[in-house]
């Protein structure tokens, strides 16, 4: 063989082994991070939860503050007076599927005023779970899940004989996605440490997890650490959070929420650290340096009847608890709240108030209040509807209720026919308003679910209709007022239980009863499935019929069950996928039929997210496609667009009637807050 023939050879050998090398080396990482994916499916799951004790500590610095802070969510506290606030809590919880089930706050120390808590919101960030879709309480797309694995760029650095590094990062900037790293086990693919940086609803994060090491403890953080910034309309607030998890010492029972700070000090699971110490010495020094009786009690009759009380009932979600061992619970949502107001072309500006309680008698029985309430300032209308509801058995969803309320204005042309067809010539019917009816109701119901695939809810409800205008039917000697009385039966079915599709059939009967003589008889049909797709995309689907079979003369008024216009509207998550956006309203109630469907495709990453600097912003994105048939219309088809962020939610429609262009128009919520 030739001397160059030899140096051929040996170089191809080099070069083999160089390549056979990084292959090796590229599959070992690849096998690496298939065992972080694959780690949660290999431990055996108990059907028992976990009971633990969590130690949380905090530390607030407002670097920056206007009024406007008083307007954030559990932030009113720490609005004015000092620059620096700290405390610590014990509690006893119960977590099962990663999730916490229950908790008793036992111990609460700290110098927020009146015991309170500020960015509660940041509670949720304490316990990443980081082998999920989604790694903080349905937020935030985990890079350790199989179903997210191509959101995100992966780089694996072995460190130890047992132990890498894996660096992640996302392929897209979005308010979804996060970036980091963690040290795992090379041979299990348990996560022993993680390091991740994001920014979600204005509130910019650093969370390191150091995690538990054996069994189920291993999916759950054993402590955690945060630091994080606020920013809001020249608001600027840091953060840091430490929790410890699986604490030794257990409380007794009887103590709830004790503010003994001796205590504290002898069950705490590590030391303070020094800002920490100092804010306390603070606070510990202004409390003791009280000139006078006579100053303490101006000052605090001023806080309470002022700050307190105004920022309680005004700017702050209202929660207590009443009764023997706080078995009643009541929440008011605060009067000056940017979710409170909506916006959609056929209402204008909306605003809505919502107030609940509840007394809770045993485990399965309670009673429930609400007042839910909207006002439309382009219809000039008061909306409102109180449904008392007692269960009595809460595992079969058995309760029995009433619900009052008004429901949307309705219209009926054939009163106003009658009306016009009387003898008095001499008026301008024309002039006058005589096709609205305001209306009021009261329907009792009842409940029972008889397995987990039939429920069955008796019903009847009470309508009385009230010209709107009365002048016209006056004058004609007509009556102003018109009251309908029905029996009800609604029967669901939920084929595959409570996480498919449900079908459901309304019956409704119009009689005879005092001075309700409207006969007539209802019949409709509702399908209604919500599709959960990987990485928190959705696709929901609603398909339903309803019909007339018989009226009587007198039976005047057309109004079906799950065909109507929302007129208390929510934001992002009321039924907007269920609803037609830009549908006149005098359609829900102008046709003896009706046949409907609606489909919602939902995702984060869609359209929006893709386009630089405003892409990181989206949360969620969706297309709307809806279609109705009624008498006249056929058919009337809307197209839309949504997107959410963590300022508002916004949603474009065009409307299509009898294949002819019907408008176009668009829906706007605030989202400011929203999960705060």
């Not at 009643?328 to 979710?339: C, E, K, Q, T």
């Not at 269960?391 to 429901?407: C, H, L, P, Q």
């Not at 102008?590 to 919602?600: F, K, L």
Request: proline letters at 4%.
């Amino acid at each position: 063989m030739k001397p160059g023939w030899s140096i051929y050879i040996l170089c191809a050998v080099c070069l083999w082994l160089h390549v056979a090398a990084a292959y090796a080396g590229a599959e070992s990482d690849s096998l690496i991070l298939r065992r972080v994916l694959d780690y949660r499916r290999s431990l055996p799951f108990k059907a028992d939860g976990i009971h633990t004790n969590a130690y949380v500590r905090y530390y607030l610095k407002t670097e920056k503050r206007n009024i406007a802070l008083m307007a954030v969510p559990s932030m009113y506290a720490i609005s004015r007076g000092r620059r620096e606030y700290a405390g610590e809590s014990y509690s006893s919880i119960y977590i099962k599927d990663n999730k916490i089930k229950h908790a008793v706050r036992q111990l609460n120390v700290g110098t927020i005023p009146g015991h309170k808590t500020a960015m509660e919101t940041m509670m949720k960030y304490l316990m990443p779970d980081v082998y999920s879709v989604t790694i903080l309480d349905n937020q935030l797309l985990s890079p350790f899940h199989r179903y997210n694995v191509k959101l995100y760029r992966y780089a694996v650095t072995r460190l130890t004989a047992d132990r890498a590094e894996i660096v992640f990062r996302p392929k897209r900037h979005n308010t979804q996605l996060v970036s980091g790293s963690a040290i795992v086990d090379r041979t299990t693919g348990r996560v022993a440490k993680i390091d991740f940086n994001g920014e979600y609803d204005m509130v910019g994060f650093h969370i390191t997890a150091v995690m538990g090491k054996d069994g189920l403890r291993s999916l759950l953080p054993k402590t955690c650490d945060i630091e994080a910034s606020f920013h809001f309309v020249g608001n600027k607030i840091k953060t840091e959070y430490h929790s410890v998890y699986d604490n030794p010492v257990y409380l007794p029972d009887s103590i709830v929420d004790s503010h003994d700070r001796s205590l504290m000090d002898e069950i705490r699971p590590t030391p303070l650290p020094g800002n920490i110490r100092d804010v306390y010495g603070a606070s510990d020094s202004i409390a003791a340096r009280a000139d006078t009786a006579a100053a303490r009690k101006e000052e605090n009759v001023w806080k309470r009847v002022f700050w307190n009380s105004f920022g309680d009932y005004v700017v702050n979600r209202t929660r207590g608890s009443f009764g023997v061992e706080d078995k009643g619970a009541f929440r008011v949502s605060p009067i000056l709240n940017p979710l409170s107001l909506g916006y959609s072309g056929r209402r204008g500006i909306t605003y809505k108030l919502e107030l609940n309680g509840s007394y809770r008698f045993t485990a399965e029985s309670d009673l429930s209040l609400g007042f839910n309430a909207g006002y439309s300032f382009k219809q000039r209308q008061f909306y409102f509807r109180v449904p008392i509801m007692f269960y009595y058995d809460k595992s079969r969803n058995g309760f029995i209720g009433v619900e009052i309320g008004n429901g949307n204005r309705i219209t009926n042309s054939n009163i106003v026919d009658q009306v016009k067809n009387e003898t008095l010539d001499s008026i301008d019917w024309d002039r006058m308003s005589l096709d609205y009816f305001k209306d009021f109701y009261v329907k009792f119901a009842g409940n029972y679910d008889l397995s987990d695939k039939w429920s069955v809810q008796p019903a009847f409800v009470f309508h009385r209709r009230s010209a709107v205008d009365k002048t016209g039917f006056e004058l004609a000697g007509r009556p102003v007022s018109y009251y309908s009385f029905a029996p009800s039966l609604q029967i669901q079915y939920r084929p595959a239980g409570w996480r498919g599709a449900v079908i459901t059939t309304d019956y409704e009967r119009g009689v005879k009863a005092g001075k309700a003589d409207m006969e007539y008889e209802r019949f409709e049909f509702d399908l209604s499935w919500k599709k959960r797709l990987r990485t928190l995309r959705s696709l929901s689907l609603r398909l339903g019929g309803g019909f007339y079979t018989s009226k009587s003369d007198n039976s005047y008024f057309l109004d079906y069950v799950n065909f109507r216009e929302e007129n208390i509207p929510g934001g992002w998550n009321d039924d907007w996928t269920g609803e037609f956006q830009l549908l006149n309203g005098n359609w829900y109630n102008a046709s003896e039929y009706y046949v409907r469907t609606n489909i919602t495709y939902e995702s984060p990453l869609m359209f929006l997210s893709r386009i630089p600097y405003i892409g990181r912003l989206m949360e969620m994105e969706r297309i709307y496609s809806n279609l109705l048939v009624v008498e006249h219309l056929y058919p009337y088809v809307e197209y839309g667009y949504g997107f959410t962020n963590r300022f508002f939610s916004m949603g474009v429609f065009v409307a299509m009637r009898n294949t002819e262009f019907a408008g176009f128009g668009c829906r706007f919520g605030f989202e400011l807050f929203r999960d705060w």
